[in-house]
């Protein structure tokens, strides 16, 4: 993007080509699934009880992150004839971010509000560069 600076921590990438390519790699499926689950790790040891919940938690929250997702991604899909695991890694994220928030009394927010972020602004991390959390995020 022309006039923004993005910190050096950050690969922007310039197609979706390469960000379904690095949104798809098992190696960004195994940081998201190991940030969540020392996230989950975290509040079992803060708060066991509130702990067990979580899937409950999960799903009572999924229909409302499955509508808002498909409201949001709808026309980039169709824009740009998306895969379906792009919608699926969004659904995951905002999943995320929701269980993050909801124990965020508990454990505080980490790598999916971060993320959040840059949803938020317009692009989607798709990846990871590097040794966690030494290297770079990926966004699009």
């Known amino acids: 993007m022309t006039g923004i600076k993005y910190p050096e921590k950050i690969l922007m990438l310039s197609s979706w080509k390469e ?20 996230f989950r790790g975290m509040l079992m040891r803060k708060d066991k009880e509130r702990w067990r919940q ?3 938690v999960v799903e009572s929250v999924k229909p ?6 498909e409201r949001k991604t709808g026309a980039v ?8 695991v792009f919608v699926s890694r969004v659904r995951w994220d905002v999943l995320s971010l929701l269980m993050e928030s909801e ?6 927010p980490g790598f999916f509000a971060s993320n959040a972020f840059w949803y938020v602004n317009g692009h989607f991390p798709c990846g990871w560069v590097g040794k966690f959390p030494e290297g770079r995020l990926v966004l699009y």
């Open 77 to 84: 899909v169709d824009q740009f004839k998306l895969p379906q």
């Open 54 to 56: 979580w899937n409950q």
């Open 103 to 108: 124990y965020s009394d508990v454990q505080p």
């Open 64 to 69: 409302t992150v499955a509508d808002l997702v």
């Open 19 to 38: 960000a379904i390519d690095y949104c798809s790699s098992i190696e960004w499926e195994n940081l998201r699934l190991e940030a969540r689950e020392r």
